[in-house]
């Protein structure tokens, strides 16, 4: 059924939108698989596996679980981004694009480990709020930011063409 909607939605995208404007929607359904992958991992560590290592790093509380989460999610839409969001079948660029993506990803998976904990320890406000599941607030509010500037980087950065290039 998701791919079914997905197939429905790339279709109407491509005949109705610009390729930019094309793309920035294949990214989202691809952080929507992402968000699924992050999630699914980081609810079934801590609350099923019963994994709650939090530990602490320059002053700042690091949660593991989601350090493995978000590394799972990573490895799994750079492949999505490559082949279907981007489109960019060229095996010769695979080494090349894999240590772009890593430096845009791993930017942002250092942000993603430091807002996260951030609002979950640091914003006594979303902890009024959401009370124990504030971590999962934190999260949601990170996951925002960061899909804006995964995708710039992905664009303009790990998977960009270079001038003449097909």
């Known amino acids: 059924m998701l791919l079914r909607t997905a197939t429905a939605l790339q ?3 491509h005949r ?3 390729p930019s404007l094309r793309e920035f929607v294949k990214f989202g359904l691809v952080g929507s698989v992402g968000f699924v992958i992050d999630f699914s991992a980081y609810l079934v560590l801590p609350r099923l596996v019963g994994w709650t290592t939090v530990f602490t790093v320059l002053g700042y509380q690091i949660i593991a679980p989601n350090l493995v989460s978000v590394f799972l999610t990573v ?3 750079f492949f999505f981004n490559k082949y279907w969001t981007f489109r960019d079948p060229r095996s010769e660029e695979l080494a090349r694009q894999g240590v772009r993506f890593s430096l845009v990803y791993l930017f942002t998976y250092i942000l993603n480990q430091i807002l996260t904990s951030f ?3 640091r914003v006594e406000a979303l902890r009024d709020f959401f ?3 504030v971590d999962i607030a934190a999260k949601l509010l990170t996951v925002g ?3 804006f ?3 710039s980087g992905s664009k303009f950065f790990a998977f960009r063409r270079r001038r003449g290039a097909v």
Do not use: C, Q, V
């Open 149 to 151: 500037l995964n995708f």
């Open 131 to 133: 009370g124990s599941k």
């Open 119 to 121: 609002f979950t320890f």
């Open 11 to 13: 279709s109407a995208a």
């Open 16 to 18: 109705h939108l610009p």
């Open 145 to 147: 930011f960061i899909a």
């Open 75 to 77: 490895f799994a839409i």
